[in-house]
């Protein structure tokens, strides 16, 4: 994903549209696997069949995390460290930490 700058004051990242819309489908895919698993437990699925299921979204979130991270990396970090501005290392870090926790 190919970004553009993201350092506004609005701490927005100005995204192509076909950046936008990639992402965005992603993301109605996995609100598809997430009705999905609860339509599973509407009707009593067995409980492997949810959890492998779970394991699908899990994967697919991850993967969209991934490619976010790379695109804000390549965008927004690579502008930033461009303008003399390390704190987006910083936070950068923060953020990853979080990541993965899960």
């Not at 069949?49 to 965008?75: E, K, M, P, T, Y």
């Amino acid at each position: 994903m190919a970004e553009k700058c993201c350092c506004n004051k609005e701490r927005q990242t100005l995204r192509t549209q076909e950046d936008r819309r990639k992402l965005l489908n992603r993301l109605s895919r996995l609100e598809g696997q997430i009705r999905g698993l609860k339509g599973m437990i509407e009707r009593d699925c067995y409980c492997p069949d949810i959890l492998n299921q779970c394991s699908a979204v899990i994967a697919g979130l991850n993967s969209f995390s991934r490619d976010l991270v790379g695109a804000h990396i390549r965008g927004c970090v690579v502008h930033d460290l461009k303008e003399g501005d390390e704190s987006t290392i910083d936070e950068l870090i923060v953020t990853l930490q979080k990541l993965m926790r899960g």
